[in-house]
């Protein structure tokens, strides 16, 4: 079974190193998408201002994790309101790749913004890779716009619209 929660300070550095594992298998197998120098404390805290980072664990192993901010003023700036929670830096260890943990994380973060009552979960990913094209979509999120940065040609900004509460 699945936990998510927030990492501690040891668990952080737990997660950091399964995003450098992820981005040397990447890297091996033809698909880089992130670098070593963005997976540090200094540059996620100056990229993201106030990351929380959470964890996925499963019998006591944590398998993955993600980032969330409040706000995101690198690729939502015009959204400056607190309505939403951006998703970053998603990341799932190989060897629980394919066994649903990304889908589960995923319908743990949908959970966690009604519960905090956000209107809009907002995330970023390549448009080309298209397994995160299928993961993003089929737990409801919806492409907004497609635009380019430096690392991303096809880059596709996604949201999920929280349904009010009944």
């Known amino acids: 079974m699945l936990t998510v929660r927030i990492a501690n300070d040891a668990e952080i550095n737990e997660l950091l190193g399964i995003y450098i594992e992820k981005i040397k298998w990447l890297r091996a197998n033809d698909k880089a ?21 959470y964890i996925g664990i499963v019998n006591g192993e944590i398998i993955g994790g993600f980032i969330l901010i409040e706000f995101d ?29 990304a889908d589960e994380m995923l319908k743990w973060f949908i959970r966690y913004g009604k519960e905090n009552n956000k209107k809009y979960l907002r995330l970023d990913y390549d448009g080309n890779r298209k397994y995160t094209h299928e993961l993003y979509a089929r737990n409801g999120f919806i492409p907004v716009e497609t635009i380019a940065n430096e690392k991303v040609k096809n880059l596709i900004k996604a949201e999920l619209v929280i349904k009010e509460r009944q």
């Not at 540090?40 to 990351?51: A, R, V």
């Not at 939502?76 to 607190?82: A, L, R």
Request: negative net charge; charged residues 35%; glycine residues 4%.
């Open 33 to 53: 998408m992130w670098d070593e120098s963005q997976i540090t404390l200094e540059s996620l805290k100056n990229k993201y201002d106030d990351p929380v980072y």
């Open 73 to 101: 003023r690198i690729l939502w700036p015009e959204k400056k309101d607190d309505a939403a929670y951006y998703f970053h830096k998603f990341v799932v260890k190989n060897e629980y790749c394919g066994k649903g943990y």
